[in-house]
């Protein structure tokens, strides 16, 4: 099974979006025995938040289902040797990350959007309040992930 830990800066909008669509994109296909998804924070700015309201309104609008007792946590460093992949929102989180984790022998941290063929950040709806263009970026980087 491989284990994917999606990341942004507070992890109540991207990284939770991030795991409930790839988590609604392995359910749909069946995958679910071939993967597991959580998210978290480089930050403890909203440790123990709940998903951000527009956030969750926007997965429901997409039928994206969602744990509603979701709370952000912050990354721990026993984390890189739980999971396979360590995916970050933008290059900020890329950036945070190396103070919770300084070293990635197994290439095992990357950026989102890499899997869509991009170097770009995702979109981040905490500043744009454009939470669609966040939820099309995730998205295309889930299906790129899953080769769909």
């Known amino acids: 099974m491989e284990k994917i830990l999606f990341v942004c ?15 609604s994109l392995v359910r749909e296909r069946g995958l679910g025995g071939e993967y597991y998804a959580e998210s978290a924070a480089v930050s403890a700015e909203e440790l123990g938040n709940p998903i951000y309201p527009p956030a969750k ?39 945070l990350i190396k103070r919770i984790i ?7 941290i990357c950026l989102m959007m890499s899997f869509a063929g991009s170097s770009r950040d995702v979109a ?16 295309s980087a889930c299906k790129a992930m899953l080769n769909l």
Not at 9 to 23: Q, Y
Not at 102 to 108: E, V
């Open 124 to 139: 981040d709806p905490w500043y744009t309040g454009d939470f669609e263009a966040t939820y099309r970026d995730i998205l």
């Open 9 to 23: 800066h507070g992890n109540i909008c991207r990284s939770p979006m991030a795991e409930f669509i790839f988590k």
């Open 57 to 95: 309104s926007c997965l429901t609008r997409h039928g994206i289902a969602f744990d509603r007792g979701k709370c952000a946590r912050q990354v721990r460093p026993s984390d890189y040797d739980a999971f396979d992949r360590i995916i970050c929102m933008d290059a900020s989180n890329l950036r």
């Open 102 to 108: 300084p070293d990635d022998p197994q290439d095992k």
